[in-house]
T-cell receptor
Framework: DAGVTQSPTHLIKTRGQQVTLRCSPKSGHDTVSWYQQALGQGPQFIFQYYEEEERQRGNFPDRFSGHQFPNYSSELNVNALLLGDSALYLC?????????????FGPGTRLTVL | RKEVEQDPGPFNVPEGATVAFNCTYSNSASQSFFWYRQDCRKEPKLLMSVYSSGNEDGRFTAQLNRASQYISLLIRDSKLSDSATYLCVVNGAWSGAGSYQLTFGKGTKLSVIP
């Protein structure tokens, strides 16, 4: 049973560029959440997708956008990259049928903005 | 008061010791509580969901005190492999956060020493 997968594992971009990160949820999960983790900090919630719509959003600017596909996979897009966007980007999947709604994380994409 | 607050540590303990982590959260309406562990440069992994009555899984015991808005994790008979950062996580941790949003503490680093 494959867990949450993310691609790419590492990415280097320059300021002003745009980036797309991808996530496939765990089998049986229908919800995908995205988090940003800066060095030495806990993950910060960006947004959550369910039924191909953004269900909830954290305190991130509109430069951060996403998409969920019919097969439940998801993309995170970041436009006009800033140096401060350098971080580990984590995708987590969960199932709406789970009572406790536990979220399971993928290995992350490490983004470096130069 | 911060949304989810943990002692940053680090905690350095000998093998076989008992160690306790504490966490407080600010929204009395929060419903779901978790402990995750995170190894260096890896993704967070779900360690335990914390149930209202408290729960135990082998050497690990989690407790929830809703009145004090306080969560704890106890690790007995520490092993070298327990060395990691332990993250306290709350769903809907602040009044403006949606119930689907996980809010993470900054984590407490544990080093178990031979």
């Amino acid at each position: 049973d494959a867990g949450v997968t993310q691609s790419p594992t590492h990415l280097i971009k320059t300021r002003g560029q745009q980036v797309t990160l991808r996530c496939s949820p765990k089998s049986g999960h229908d919800t995908v959440s995205w988090y940003q983790q800066a060095l030495g900090q806990g993950p910060q919630f960006i947004f959550q997708y369910y039924e191909e719509e953004e269900r909830q959003r954290g305190n991130f600017p509109d430069r951060f956008s996403g998409h969920q596909f019919p097969n439940y996979s998801s993309e995170l897009n970041v436009n006009a990259l800033l140096l401060g966007d350098s971080a580990l980007y984590l995708c987590a999947s969960s199932s709406t049928t789970s009572f406790y709604n536990e979220q399971f994380f993928g290995p992350g994409t490490r983004l470096t903005v130069l | 008061r911060k949304e989810v607050e943990q002692d940053p540590g680090p905690f350095n303990v000998p093998e076989g010791a008992t160690v306790a982590f504490n966490c407080t959260y600010s929204n009395s309406a929060s419903q779901s509580f978790f402990w995750y562990r995170q190894d260096c440069r890896k993704e967070p992994k779900l360690l335990m969901s914390v149930y209202s009555s408290g729960n135990e899984d082998g050497r690990f015991t989690a407790q929830l005190n809703r009145a004090s808005q306080y969560i704890s994790l106890l690790i007995r008979d520490s092993k070298l492999s327990d060395s990691a950062t332990y993250l306290c996580v709350v769903n809907g941790a602040w009044s403006g956060a949606g119930s689907y949003q996980l809010t993470f503490g900054k984590g407490t680093k544990l080093s178990v020493i031979p």
